[in-house]
C-alpha cells in the first residue's frame, strides 16, 4: 500500500505570497494532521482534521488555514508568507485522529521563503 | 518550561553498544507516547508506541514511568544504520478533555553509531 504523498517536494516563494500545500493519507486512514519543522527543532502541530472537520489547532497565526476534502486528502494554505515560515511542513495520517492511534508521516515539503 | 524535554546528546558510540535516551514530559495529562526516529532531511518515522507496562521490539525497549512522566528508549547491539535523530513524542489531551492526536515533540537527540 501507498504511504503518505505530500505534494510539492520543495517550493521557494518570496516575501507577501501565498502557497498550498497537497497530502493524500494512507487508503483507509481518515485523518490528517499537519506539523511545522524548523531546522534543529521537532515538528510542531499545527492542525489536524477528521471526517472534514477541524478537530485541533496549534499555536499558529490566522494567515495559516487547511481543508480536508471527502476522500479525506488535505490542503494546508499559508497566506502573506514571511521569512520565517521557511521550514518542512509534515502531513501525518491517521486511522481516526485519536490520542493513541499512531500517526504516520509523509515525505514533506520543503518550503523557502525569500 | 518546554512541554517535552529530550537528553541534549549528541550520543557517538560505538557499534555493539547499549545506548539509552531519557525523556520527560510536563503535562500529567499526557496519553500517549511515542518514539520516532529522523534521518536527516527525512520525514519522522514511527519507531515504537510505548505502553505502560513497557516493550520491546528486537534490539529496542522503551519504558513509561508515569509518576515520574518519565520515558526512556533502549538500544542494545547499535548498528551503524541505527545512526539518526531520536524523537520523544507526547500525545497531550487539550484543555476540555478532547481526544485527538496532537502530537508534542521533544527536540530529538542525535545518534552517530561508528565503526
Known amino acids: 500500500d501507498a504511504g503518505v504523498t505530500q505534494s510539492p517536494t520543495h517550493l521557494i516563494k518570496t516575501r507577501g505570497q501565498q502557497v498550498t500545500l497537497r497530502c493524500s493519507p494512507i487508503?483507509?486512514?481518515?485523518?490528517v494532521s499537519w506539523y511545522q519543522q524548523v531546522l534543529g527543532q521537532g515538528p510542531q502541530f499545527i492542525f489536524q482534521?477528521?471526517?472534514?472537520?477541524?478537530?485541533g489547532r496549534g499555536n499558529f497565526p490566522d494567515r495559516f488555514s487547511a481543508r480536508q476534502f471527502p476522500n479525506y486528502s488535505s490542503e494546508l494554505n499559508v497566506n502573506a508568507l514571511l521569512l520565517g515560515d521557511s521550514a518542512l511542513y509534515l502531513c501525518?495520517?491517521?486511522?481516526?485522529?485519536?490520542?493513541?492511534?499512531?500517526?504516520?508521516f509523509g515525505p514533506g515539503t520543503r518550503l523557502t521563503v525569500l | 518550561r518546554k512541554e517535552v524535554e529530550q537528553d541534549p546528546g549528541p550520543f557517538n558510540v560505538p557499534e555493539g553498544a547499549t545506548v539509552a535516551f531519557n525523556c520527560t514530559y510536563s503535562?500529567?495529562?499526557?496519553?500517549?507516547f511515542f518514539w520516532y526516529r529522523q534521518d536527516c532531511r527525512k520525514e519522522p518515522k514511527l519507531l515504537m508506541s510505548?505502553?505502560?507496562s513497557g516493550n520491546e521490539d528486537g534490539r529496542f525497549t522503551a519504558q513509561l514511568n508515569r509518576a515520574s512522566q518519565y520515558i526512556s528508549l533502549l538500544i542494545r547491539d547499535s548498528k551503524l544504520s541505527d545512526s539518526a535523530t531520536y524523537l520523544c513524542?507526547?500525545?497531550?489531551?487539550?484543555?476540555?478533555?478532547?481526544?485527538?492526536?496532537?502530537?508534542?515533540f521533544g527536540q530529538g537527540t542525535i545518534l552517530t553509531v561508528h565503526p
Open positions: 501525518a495520517s491517521s486511522l481516526a485522529g485519536l490520542e493513541y492511534n499512531e500517526q504516520f
Open positions: 513524542v507526547v500525545n497531550i489531551a487539550n484543555a476540555g478533555g478532547t481526544s485527538y492526536g496532537k502530537l508534542t
Open positions: 510505548v505502553y505502560s
Open positions: 487508503s483507509g486512514h481518515k485523518s
Open positions: 503535562n500529567s495529562a499526557s496519553q500517549s
Open positions: 482534521y477528521y471526517e472534514k472537520e477541524e478537530r
